[in-house]
């Protein structure tokens, strides 16, 4: 990996602790309003998935993994036509994570810092495989523009998207890691 594509990774790492910054700020600023969106979080997202689920963790890790793939997936094509969508997304799951930390705080069901530390097996490499599909798609896009808007000479939309792909198995991989160990994993450090 080149410095750039590092400097970008540590830029979508940024926009990741800062969309927690705020998430946490914003709980803390609007109570109400954070609460209605954590409430249709849990009705629209959580309980179908649980109950669709059936306390399946083969199938819950299935849903898990689909979802985070769907989003890498997403954040690295439409960033390979509008480079600034991926910062907007990893930054929007950051502050679903700070809303979150907020609530189950205020709501006394988990303490803040077991929260962080109960995401961190899984987390990390969910964020990992995310932000990597985040870069990839932001470096691509970015090469797509300077090159539409002739600052620099571009190979091309495709050719530019080919210096990628070759990521793109280890993302699934991560985001693979990330979901057994979500199901798997998580659920016993939250319950300790």
């Known amino acids: ?32 309003q954070a609460t209605e969106i954590m409430d249709m979080l849990m009705e629209t997202l ?3 998935v649980i109950r669709g689920g059936g306390g399946n963790r083969l199938v819950l890790t299935g849903w898990v993994f689909i979802n985070n ?5 997403a954040m690295f094509f439409l960033g390979g036509i509008f480079p600034f969508f991926p910062p907007f997304i990893v930054s929007g799951n950051g502050m679903i994570i700070g809303i979150t930390a907020g609530y189950l705080e205020f709501n006394q069901l988990m303490a803040r810092n077991r929260f962080f530390l109960g995401l961190l097996p899984h987390g990390l490499f969910e964020l990992a495989g995310l932000l990597l599909a985040a870069a990839m798609g932001v470096m ?12 620099r000479s571009s190979r091309g939309f495709f050719a530019n ?23 798997f994993v998580t659920p016993a450090l939250f319950s300790m």
Do not use: D, H, T
Request: aromatic content about 18%; some cysteine.
């Open 161 to 183: 998207m080919k210096q990628f792909v070759s990521l793109l198995p280890l993302v699934v991989f991560l985001l693979l890691l990330a979901a057994i160990i979500e199901m």
């Open 140 to 151: 691509w896009g970015c090469r797509n523009w300077l090159g539409w808007l002739r600052f």
């Open 46 to 48: 959580a309980e179908p």
């Open 1 to 32: 990996m080149s410095q750039g594509f590092r400097m970008v990774y540590a830029l979508m790492l940024f926009f990741f602790v800062l969309g927690i910054a705020f998430g946490y700020g914003a709980w803390q600023q609007n109570r109400p």
């Open 69 to 73: 793939l769907q989003a890498g997936v």
